[in-house]
């Protein structure tokens, strides 16, 4: 059989509504029925789920509760020194936790056509959010101007932006699905939108999220069978704005002259090269098993963003190559379970979204482990689910909850996102 | 995925050595760990010299010109740097316009000493006030709490470390060996915790432990002085030292030296003159040469001797007793009781040169104490073929040969002790801060002359406080004393000629019937009376504390009182 992707998402919207209208008062009725009721409804929150979903979700919850263990142990000094409270940095990450984990759950039950419907209310809302950055909100840190502030509370809304742009892309290229071939088609709104997004993060300064939101585009826009010349032209582009834009910030060129030149000089371990230099040495001094938990020497103050873009290098100097080879693996699990969902899903939505997340979340975390490894130079982006930052966290799990809810069996959905293997070859 | 787990391998295993050295190099950070001089106690544990922490008051002035900022009471506050040098001074005592002088001298100096070795009190009050460009820097200084008591033991430290007496003598056992140890830092400096290594342990000095007893050190350096003073004399010593092992309790060197100031005394003064001068000792030598005769077997105690007042030998020498006389018939005994010059070399006469000669040389005589003190004296015996025929003669009644104090009480000692000499001892140990203890003397005796000798002399020296040589001095009621006077005439050199000026001395040994105590004090040049009858006194005053010190019991048999006579 011949299905082309766009048809599915119609066909389960079309049986979908019709269930409802069928099922509607039936459900309703169901739980008053037995004293056991309330336990079945609540098994069938997650009996159903394929293993994919637990997979994802365990490893999900894992990552972020070793993510709140690691900035506890490695904000506590610095914490100290500026506040008097070893667990500031800790309890703000403990409640984006309690915050980000139930809103993923509940974004998890969220049908997949509604992530189709809002996409373009939930880019408009993001790009307002980005949009504060500039004005008198909006605060800059480390020359990042990408942080809005509302009292005591700051938030990156770039994150949200991530989000959304990804859920936007996957809905306008399934919409445009048969006219991927033609170039004006894929030009409008498709770039428009993009570059809007992309200059806002790059206006407030912030080279990092900008490269990841390329990746995440560039993958989004692959997945969806764009024909690979068109990504000449971009590529093209790139090559000749990227050096353009890092030459802009003195701060940028500096990072990335000292990262070329093997930071050895001592003027550049005084600059530049402190915050690489001290991540390796606190990996260095982590060795096989770790010094320990909590043990860690760089976070007394050496190592700067210890508990945020270098939480990595804590994790290995505290938990060793072991802990640090645990955390690759388990990204990695992440991964696998993403191409899972991406290769059994027969939506294309559901398999552009997947691909645009899998890109951000994989992406931001292989660069960031790859900046404190100094395999790249200093970009300033934080690991996924690990790193201090509540709006990282928040985003990022909600990002998975939207995974996760194309995982999700729905009563009647035998098959949610199974497609027998050979549909997958026929897709693009 | 791949690629990052090869680079953290690189990082975490291959690399991990080098990386670790690199960062090692800017956390740690090397710390002195002090070890201290070691104290100088006496034989009770009493501080003779001690090593007290101090710390000189260092500042960068560069930083310093405009005062420093502080809370007070929740408050900021900011001082002036005229502000600060009052506070700085009136925390430490020093003058507040000195210290605005070290930091304006030099405006952009990193360094500058304001006030230095002050003591914890001023650190701890600096360390308040909070000032961030003031360094405290710990050292050392040493003190002795009891001022000149025993100074002229202890000696002192100067600059350059230990320069005289037992600091310098023993300045292996008291000298303290600074450790190190790393800590590592954070980039605030604070140190973290479970980082310190130590690289080598400090060890403190070890505690000297002497054989002075403070209290009576005092009390006799007091009385010394006082009779120095009394009698004219240039200078004095005192020993006191315990018959049964030789140890001595108290030396007193008149005038000696404070080691706290040591700018206050002059250099002759600066070490122990009872170990460093030798004298003639004139007639106190005399009682050895007859513990030598009764060894021998040519005296006793009741020999008999016909003494003129003076004799004439054949190479036209002469020799007379201090005072005229008609002929006497003294035994033994009558002629030390009186000091008679004749009668003793009479009855040295029956010994060999040689012989007489190795009897001194094993009383202690020629050669170093085991004290072996700083510059101490060997004295001047010579050797038997040296010594000229009137030297031969001369040396029997203590000219022409040369002793310091301590020799001469070392061989009191050896009567007193029934002719075994011991070791003479100053330092009973040196107690490392191991608790090993080391510098431990010898504790062995020699025999010198035979029991029998040796208390025979005793009891014949009982004689000289009630009819010799000492009559007239009150006794010390309830003791028997034996005592030996010594009036030497100072010569040049030994054998030279002689003026007008004498050394005296005293020595004698209480109780006679079972002696404990050696006393000997002897003076310089002095001027008021010029016999051995001027250091009765003193003599009679330090056996008595001694006596009273120690509680030691009365004596509950009558004094012997041999015949003087016959």
Redesign the interface.
């Known amino acids: 059989m011949v299905t082309t992707p766009s048809s599915l998402p119609r066909r389960l919207r079309a049986e979908r509504a019709a269930r409802k209208a069928a099922g509607e008062g039936s459900r309703t009725a169901e739980p008053d029925q037995t004293p056991g009721a309330a336990l079945v409804a609540v098994r069938r929150l997650f009996a159903a789920e394929s293993t994919a979903f637990f997979v994802i979700l365990g490893t999900a919850l894992f990552l972020a509760i070793f993510g709140l263990v690691m900035v506890l142990s490695s904000s506590s ?1 610095e914490q100290y ?1 500026e506040t008097h409270d070893f667990f500031g940095a800790f309890l703000r990450q403990g409640i984006f936790a309690a915050i980000g984990i139930p809103l993923m759950l509940v974004v998890s039950r969220v049908p997949v056509w509604a992530w189709q419907r809002y996409a373009w209310h939930l880019l408009v809302a993001s790009m307002f959010l980005q949009l504060l950055v500039f004005t008198p909100l909006g605060v800059e840190v480390g020359g990042n101007r990408n942080w809005i502030r509302l009292g005591s509370f700051s938030a990156q809304p770039s994150e949200f932006l991530k989000l959304a742009l990804t859920i936007w892309i996957g809905m306008i290229l399934v919409k445009k699905e048969r006219k991927l071939g033609e170039w004006k088609e894929l030009l409008v709104p498709l770039v428009p939108v993009v570059g809007i997004a992309l200059a806002l993060v790059l206006k407030g300064g912030d080279l990092g999220t900008t490269l990841i939101l390329l990746m995440l585009v560039a993958v989004a826009v692959f997945i969806a069978g764009v024909k690979l010349r068109f990504f000449l032209v971009p590529l093209a582009l790139l090559a000749v704005a990227i050096p353009v834009i890092t030459a802009t910030a003195s701060s940028r060129t500096d990072r990335i002259a000292a990262w070329l030149s093997g930071c050895s000089s001592e003027e550049a371990y005084q600059s530049t090269c402190w915050q690489t230099t ?1 991540g ?9 098993f770790g010094v320990g938990l909590g ?1 860690s ?1 760089a976070k ?3 190592l700067p963003e210890a508990d945020n873009d270098f939480i990595f290098a804590i994790v ?1 100097e505290e938990l ?2 072991i802990g ?2 645990v955390v ?1 693996g388990l990204f ?1 699990v992440l991964a696998v379970s993403f191409i899972k969902v991406l290769r059994r899903s027969d939506d294309a939505f559901v398999r552009i979204v997947t691909g645009g997340i899998m890109t951000w979340i994989i992406g931001q975390a ?1 660069v960031n ?2 900046v404190v ?3 790249l130079p200093v970009l300033g982006v934080p690991l996924p689910l690990i790193s201090a930052g509540g709006s990282s966290l928040i985003f990022v799990l909600v990002a998975i909850g939207v995974i996760l809810s194309f995982l999700h069996r729905r009563p009647g959905d035998e098959t949610p996102v199974r497609v027998s293997a050979e549909t997958v070859g026929s897709l693009r | ?1 791949a ?3 090869v ?3 690189d ?3 291959v ?2 050595s ?3 050295k ?2 090692l190099g ?2 740690s950070v090397p710390t002195i760990l002090y070890g201290d001089r070691g104290s100088i106690v006496d034989t009770n544990g009493k501080v003779l010299a001690k090593t007290v922490v101090r710390y000189d008051i260092t500042a960068v002035p560069a930083y310093a010109q405009k005062g420093y900022k502080t809370t007070v009471g929740g408050k900021s506050v900011t001082y002036t740097l005229s502000q600060t040098a009052d506070q700085i001074a009136a925390a430490t005592g020093a003058k507040a316009s000195d210290i605005v002088k070290a930091l304006t001298a030099d405006k952009k100096s990193v360094y500058a000493k304001l006030v230095g070795s002050v003591d914890v009190d001023a650190y701890e009050k600096i360390q308040k006030l909070g000032i961030s460009w003031i360094y405290p820097k710990r050292t050392t200084a040493r003190t002795y709490p009891n001022g000149a008591v025993a100074g002229n033991l202890t000696g002192f430290m100067g600059t350059d470390g230990a320069q005289a007496g037992l600091e310098l003598e023993y300045n292996k056992c008291l000298a303290g060996t600074n450790g190190s140890e790393t800590y ?5 400096n ?1 140190k ?1 915790p ?2 310190t290594v130590t690289t080598k342990k400090a060890v403190d000095g070890g505690v000297l432990e002497t054989t002075i007893d403070e209290y009576l050190q005092y009390q006799v350096q007091q009385d010394l002085a006082e009779q120095v003073k009394a009698i004219g004399a240039t200078s004095g010593t005192a020993i006191v030292m315990k018959v049964s092992d030789g140890s001595l309790l108290a030396v007193a060197d008149s005038d000696s030296v404070d080691p706290n100031n040591v700018d206050g005394s002059s250099t002759s003064n600066l070490g122990s003159k009872a170990f460093t001068d030798s004298y003639e000792p004139g007639s106190t030598v005399k009682s050895l040469i007859a513990a030598a005769a009764i060894d021998q077997g040519v005296a006793t105690p009741a020999t008999q001797e016909t003494v003129p007042y003076s004799r004439t030998f054949p190479w036209g020498g002469r020799i007379a007793d201090a005072e005229f006389h008609d002929t006497e018939q003294l035994t033994l005994a009558g002629i030390l009781a009186n000091s008679s010059n004749v009668g003793i070399t009479q009855v040295g006469e029956r010994l060999s040169k040689q012989t007489r000669y190795d009897y001194l040389k094993k009383f202690g005589f020629g050669s170093k104490s085991e004290v072996k003190f700083n510059g101490e004296s060997v004295g001047q015996l010579g050797t038997p073929s040296s010594w000229d025929s009137q030297t031969n003669i001369n040396s029997m009644f203590g000219q022409g040969i040369g002793t310091s104090a301590i020799q001469i009480a070392s061989a009191y000692q050896t009567l007193a002790n029934g002719g075994v000499r011991m070791p003479v001892t100053l330092v009973k140990g040196c107690k490392q801060s191991d608790g090993t203890v080391t510098d431990t003397p010898s504790a062995k005796g020699t025999r010198v002359v035979s029991e029998k000798a040796a208390n025979d002399v005793v009891d014949m020296l009982e004689n000289t406080i009630p009819e010799g040589t000492l009559a007239g001095m009150t006794p010390i009621s309830g003791y028997n004393v034996a005592a030996k006077t010594g009036t030497a005439q100072i010569a040049d050199a030994p054998g030279g000629g002689y003026g007008s000026d004498y050394i005296i001395s005293v020595a004698g040994i209480a109780p006679a019937e079972n002696p404990q105590y050696v006393v000997l004090v002897t003076f310089t040049k002095p001027t008021t009376l010029k016999t051995s009858f001027a250091a009765a006194p003193a003599f009679r005053e330090i056996m008595s504390q001694v006596l009273e010190n120690y509680r030691v019991k009365p004596s509950t048999t009558p004094a012997t009182n041999l015949p003087d006579t016959w």
């Open positions: 000094v020194v001290h390796l040495w606190a990996l260095a001094s982590g060795g096989v043990n020497k007394w103050s050496w290995g060793g190559l640090a080879c690759l990695i292989l482990i790859a490894l100094g395999l | 995925m690629v990052f787990v680079r953290l391998v990082i975490q295993v690399q991990a080098t990386l670790n690199q960062s800017k956390r590592e830092r954070g980039l605030d604070v973290l479970g980082s």
